[in-house]
């Protein structure tokens, strides 16, 4: 693990403080929990960027998903 220096606002910092106080934990295990989930949440975006780009290339056809549907199972019988 490395040590790193960062400048933060005091308010944010003031914040920071409080909830890792709630949460009996560390500024910097709280960091690191919010770096890792800003990073998966930027992951998931671009995803979901790559996934509509996709579509808009190569947009569904009315009859695409046709081939599913005696398969699917509505639970009315």
Avoid: C
Avoid at 32 to 60: S, T
């Amino acid at each position: 693990m490395r040590t790193i220096q960062m400048t933060l606002d005091d308010e944010l910092v003031a914040t920071v403080d409080k909830i890792v106080k709630k949460l009996k934990t560390t500024r910097s295990a709280f960091a690191r929990k919010a770096l890792r989930d800003a990073i998966r949440q930027v992951n998931v975006n671009m995803l979901e960027k790559r996934h509509k780009k996709g579509y808009e290339r190569y947009p569904v056809v009315k009859t695409e998903f046709d081939v599913w549907e005696s398969e699917q199972e509505w639970g009315d019988s």
